[in-house]
Nanobody, 126 residues
Framework: QVHLAESGGGLVQAGGSLRLSCTAS????????MGWFRQAPGKEREFVAS????????NYKDSVKGRFTISRDNAENTLYLQMNSLNAEDTAVYYC???????????????????WGQGTLVIVSL
């Protein structure tokens, strides 16, 4: 079983930056890909970005391309999400997730991710 713990959320002004971190523990050898999802108030959880744990291939939601960067440190079992040029629409609880499904990350939907963190809140103020 994989355990995930996010950190780095907080309050930031529009146009600012934040870096989220997610540390994985437990049976990390089973991880094939990891991702970030978010859930804004009153909305469904949505995909933000994903990365293959071994090769580093990445996939992004269109609205965050060029602003967000997903990366990982395999040695530290840590996933990151660098978020720049934040706007009010980025306000949400951000969740880290891990998948053991061996498939191209572009086709991995939320159901393929079987380990989830508790979430970290990001609030972007105007």
């Amino acid at each position: 079983q994989v355990h995930l713990a996010e950190s780095g959320g907080g309050l930031v002004q529009a146009g600012g930056s934040l870096r989220l971190s997610c540390t994985a523990s437990g049976r990390t050898v089973s991880i094939y890909a990891m991702g970030w999802f978010r859930q804004a108030p009153g909305k469904e959880r949505e995909f933000v970005a994903s990365i293959s744990w071994g090769g580093g291939n990445t996939n992004y939601k269109d609205s965050v391309k060029g602003r967000f960067t997903i990366s990982r440190d395999n040695a530290e079992n840590t996933l990151y999400l660098q978020m720049n040029s934040l706007n009010a629409e980025d306000t949400a609880v951000y969740y880290c997730a891990a998948s053991a499904t061996r498939a191209p990350i572009q086709i991995l939907g939320a159901k393929a991710f079987d380990a989830w963190g508790q979430g970290t809140l990001v609030i972007v103020s105007l």
